[in-house]
């Protein structure tokens, strides 16, 4: 056995310094021991991130484990590593976490309380985290009692093991402990001798400064005589306990029984339980209280066990349980009522739990405490199982959901949908929105559509149900099905918005944007759903990192680069966060939608690259075994003219389709139309029904690449077909889409088309060359880059970053600042020419004026644009801020050479893009996320290292996430840039560096 024993009796302070000698602690002693007060002291000694979480209740599941801890890491700022918990909802966490730790060298230190309560399932958690725990961070373990698993696990590692006779209080401690005009009193001796009567029991030891305090405020005297009777006889908990309510009426004895057995009260509570002035009649007793939160006080775990009453008054539980529920508790009213045996209360706020509190308790918690509901009972309410069911879906658990609604339906008697009681009418609702998403059966709309037309049928089953025939009609994908399912989802999501199921409906509206809204091509109301989700859920990681995949994806198909690119960099954020095995998903789909951005752009390799590594990953990522992504990417690939690897995953797409859509018969025509095979690409076209089973958003693409196919044969209808692809992308709103999703048959067939569709000749003019500075000068033209040189360079990226048009005196005094302005506007003719030669006709010149020409676009207007949009409505806007980052690199002068003229309009930029770090900064504070505030506040220091309120708000912000040696660091490097450059550091930063130096010292004392 690897392990420490502390045998010396070490004051606290040496307590602490020995724990920081083991990856391991292990705390196991008595209610009042002071094992609370240690983990106290370990976390203010710890120097970086931290984390605590308290279990609660009469047992405690893995889900509860997780979501603690991940609201101590939002409340710390640690947005990072929160992420890895938000996304535990559907995996086991640990090896997610420990792939996080093993990544990262800052000591994490992560403390959970009260291990005690642990179910079986979470203690298996436990074995695995202390089986895995990297040496370089630290975990504490504490509670009444160590599971027999945990303690044989604990064998083979390294830890130190404290215990009740290590935890007991020493003279100096109990001095310390006291009240200044206590300890005044007393001498060393007299504290010695208390300390030893309450046997160094930091609880005992508590109360008896309380008595002795209460009797120095009553006269000398009477402290003398408690002081005496203390240090005369060794004294117990319950005796010091009961000697403060000695003087109390039996009343008061029944009101304190009746506190002690809540986990927690607030003024009403304790005025329900029988005292007049609430929570200050218990202060005035002398009780100890511990804050639970906001507005909530506990009894210590040792005074509630002494006081508690034998039987609990089920007038205050109920009361407490209600209470409870006002103030989002939801495990805590179930665990007061199921430890109190009432049967009837539990199942009652089981079935009429509000849909908002679903969100708030975790499946395995719900699951326990349905366990404490007789079968009888579970009979009478079977709503219980459907909300358990919700709760499932929202951990992520979809067998388990659709068992749960199983289990419901199999307790309802079978009269239809004309039964009278609504808890059944619920139940049938739920059973029927399940075997709608599972099958596509016309006979199952029809039953639907009858318990709809049910008046009463409760909102929240309305919703659910609505939900249902909408993505089982939006399914059928034809233009009617998918509008009609497109309103039903939305009004479905209406319904559960007003049932106050904002999770439900933010679901809902996902489902409305991928299944029906996208597939209709609805672009713009597609995005405009997913952003009113994002925006809803901006601080629930989960919901952002499930839809985040698909706005990326539709930013890609309609051509929007740049904020495609900041939602993919998210994405990869996300997987870099949680590690490679811990959020392989978010990576996947970063790499997907990095695939679909190179293959519209012409990169074969990156294509290649990115399809490889989603193919060999093991994540879900379609619910088609697979078969849509490898569909998808057979097109992709075969854009690109990697037909190989396109035939290889069409194959493998065929073997895995599970046949519930035509995306493998598009891609089997896709792959044809590509390789010139006409008699697959049309016996494809035939499955197809010509076209029509496409979904609309791709059914001009099916004409195009038919027109495509002929044309590469010579065959003239090539021509009509291509004039009517033009006109049907037209038709969506998004003429240039063509240009956008398949470039190369856009070009080769645009000149056809422009004989017959005036589309196709306004989608030429619009989706033109397009000029980047923004990330070194160059030019893209037919989907080919070139990057000019020389003069033809300058004259384009003045155009460019001055704005166009400007003077060909401008032009000329840039290019040429101390020639002959004669001499000048013949330089300038040459180099016209030269970039008519190099890139075309992308500068007209009328009269006296440069211009680029119309069609031609400019990375910093798509910059500026994005800046514009960040800042002009009532609320800025982080995704346009991040999507502008996305575009800049504040290389552009140092890639054109540094020419004078560039100087003024970089630093136009560079104060732009600092503007953006500063704005997504701020909102990252706002929501929580301060890694992703600390991460930009960097990015933008390596810009402008001397901006000297970036490194206080980046310090303030790492001392808030208990990082104080980062945070002290960081200022120092700031005043020694600031320094070398001649600036006088300011009296803000000398302060909070003082502050964060004296923080540490004190820091260090105590470790």
């Not at 016209?832 to 010149?845: C, K, N, T």
């Not at 004078?900 to 770090?917: I, T």
Request: net charge negative; hydrophobic share 45%; proline share 5%.
């Amino acid at each position: 056995m690897v392990v420490t024993w502390i045998t010396d009796l070490p004051a606290r302070v040496r307590l602490v310094e020995r724990s920081a000698a083991r990856p391991i602690v292990v705390i196991e002693a008595q209610s009042g021991a002071g094992k609370s007060t240690l983990l106290a002291d370990l976390d203010r000694a710890h120097d970086g991130p931290a984390a605590q979480a308290t279990l609660t209740g009469r047992v405690a599941g893995r889900g509860q484990l997780r979501r603690r801890l991940h609201t101590s890491l939002r409340m710390n700022g640690l947005s990072d590593l929160s992420t890895v918990l938000d996304q535990g909802g559907t995996t086991d966490p640990v090896p997610t976490l420990l792939r996080w730790l093993s990544d990262h060298d800052e000591t994490l230190q992560v403390a959970i309380d009260d291990i005690h309560l642990a179910n079986d399932d979470l203690v298996s958690l436990l074995v695995d985290l202390i089986e895995g725990w990297p040496t370089t961070h630290r975990l504490i373990l504490s509670g009444r009692r160590l599971p027999d698993a945990l303690r044989t696990a604990l064998a083979t590692v390294p830890h130190i093991a404290i215990g009740p006779r290590e935890l007991r209080l020493i003279p100096d401690e109990t001095r310390r402990s006291l009240a200044a005009p206590v300890s005044a009193r007393l001498d060393d001796d007299e504290v010695a001798l208390l300390t030893d009567r309450c046997d160094g029991w930091a609880a005992a030891i508590a109360l008896a400064a309380i008595g002795l305090e209460r009797a120095l405020k009553t006269s000398s005297g009477a402290f003398t005589r408690r002081l005496r009777h203390l240090t005369a006889q060794p004294a117990t908990f319950p005796e010091l306990l009961g000697s403060l309510l000695t003087d109390a009426s039996p009343n008061v004895r029944a009101a304190v029984r009746r506190v002690a057995s809540l986990p927690m009260f607030d003024d009403d509570l304790v005025t329900a339980a029988g005292f007049d002035r609430g929570i200050d009649a218990i202060a005035d007793l002398g009780l100890p209280l511990e804050p639970a939160r906001d507005g909530f006080w506990a009894l210590p775990n040792a005074v509630r066990d002494a006081l508690a009453a034998d039987q609990p008054d089920e007038y205050i539980l109920r009361r407490a349980a209600d209470r409870y529920i006002d103030v989002g508790e939801v495990g805590a009213a179930l665990d007061v009522l199921g430890a109190a045996g009432l049967e009837q209360d539990l199942a009652k706020l089981l079935a009429d739990l509000p849909p908002i509190h679903t969100a708030q308790i975790d499946s395995a918690e719900h699951a326990a405490a349905i366990g404490g509901v007789p079968p009888d009972l579970l009979a009478e309410h079977p709503r219980i199982l459907i909300h358990l069911a919700d709760t499932y879906v929202l951990d992520g658990h979809l067998e388990e959901y659709r068992a749960a609604i199983g289990r419901a339906r199999a307790l309802v008697p079978d009269h239809g949908p004309d039964t009278p009681d609504l808890g059944a009418l619920e139940v049938l609702a739920a059973d029927c929105s399940v075997r709608l998403v599972a099958s596509d059966d016309d006979l199952l709309i029809a039953e639907a559509e009858a318990l709809l037309a049910r008046p009463d049928l409760p909102p929240m089953a309305r919703g659910r149900l609505l939900g249902g025939v909408g993505r089982a009609t939006a399914g059928r994908r034809t233009t009617q099905a998918l509008r009609t399912g497109a309103r039903q989802l939305e009004q479905a999501a209406q319904l559960l918005d007003h049932a106050e199921a904002p999770t439900h409906a933010m679901a809902s509206r996902v489902i409305a944007a991928t299944v029906a809204a996208w597939p209709l091509g609805r672009y713009d109301a597609a995005l405009e759903q997913l952003d009113r989700v994002l925006h809803a859920g901006r601080n629930n990681q989960r919901i952002r990192v499930a839809t985040l995949p698909y706005r990326a994806f539709i930013l890609i198909e309609v051509g929007r680069y740049a904020e495609a690119h900041a939602a993919l960099a998210e994405l990869r954020q996300t997987a870099n966060t949680i590690g490679a095995i811990g959020n392989e998903r978010s990576a996947a789909f970063a790499r997907w939608g990095a695939a679909k951005l190179a293959s519209q752009q012409g990169d074969a390799d990156a294509t290649w690259a990115a399809c490889r590594a989603v193919e060999r990953s093991d994540a879900t990522v379609d619910t088609g075994h697979g078969a849509f992504f490898r569909a998808d990417a057979a097109q992709l690939l075969a854009r690109v003219g990697r037909m190989d690897d396109a035939e290889r995953l069409l194959a493998d797409a065929r073997d895995r389709d599970p046949g519930t859509t035509p995306l493998v018969a598009t891609a089997a025509f896709v792959v044809a139309a590509y390789a010139g095979d006409r008699a697959l690409a049309e016996a494809a076209l035939d499955d197809l029904d010509g076209g029509l089973a496409v979904e609309p958003r791709d059914r001009w693409r099916v004409t195009l690449l038919h027109a495509y196919l002929l044309h590469g044969l010579g065959d003239d209808r090539a021509q009509p077909l291509a004039a009517a692809a033009f006109e049907e992308a037209a038709q969506l709103g998004y003429p240039d889409l063509p240009f956008v999703r398949e470039p190369e048959a856009a070009r080769t067939l645009q000149p056809l088309a422009a004989r017959s569709s005036s589309s196709a000749r306004d989608a030429a003019a619009t989706h033109g060359p397009r000029v980047t500075v923004l990330d070194g000068l160059a030019v893209v033209l037919d989907g080919q880059t070139v990057e000019p040189t020389g003069r033809p360079a300058e004259l384009l990226g003045f155009l460019a970053l001055h704005g166009s048009p400007c003077t060909a005196e401008q032009a000329i005094e840039a290019l040429w600042p101390d020639g002959d302005r004669t001499r000048g506007r013949e330089r300038l003719r040459t180099v016209l020419r030269r970039v008519r030669r190099d890139v075309g006709d992308l500068i007209e010149r009328h009269e006296e004026q440069l211009r680029f020409r119309d069609g031609v676009t400019v990375d910093v207007d798509d910059f500026l644009e994005l800046v514009r949009q960040a800042g002009s409505g009532p609320v800025t806007d982080e995704d346009a801020a991040a999507a502008a980052l996305g575009l800049y690199s504040g290389e552009s002068a140092s890639l054109l050479g540094l020419p004078s003229w560039v100087e003024e309009p970089c630093h136009h930029l560079d104060r732009q893009a600092m503007a953006m770090h500063d704005l997504v900064a701020e909102a990252a504070e706002r929501d929580g996320r301060l890694d992703d505030a600390i991460r930009t506040l960097f990015d933008a220091l390596r810009l402008d290292p001397i901006a000297e309120d970036r490194y206080l708000v980046a310090a303030r912000l790492l001392a808030e996430q208990g990082r104080r040696s980062r945070a002290l660091q960081l200022l120092e490097d700031g005043a020694r840039i600031l320094e070398e450059e001649g600036l006088t550091v300011s009296d803000d930063l000398v302060r909070l560096r003082g502050y964060l130096e004296r923080t540490n010292t004190a820091a260090s004392r105590a470790s």
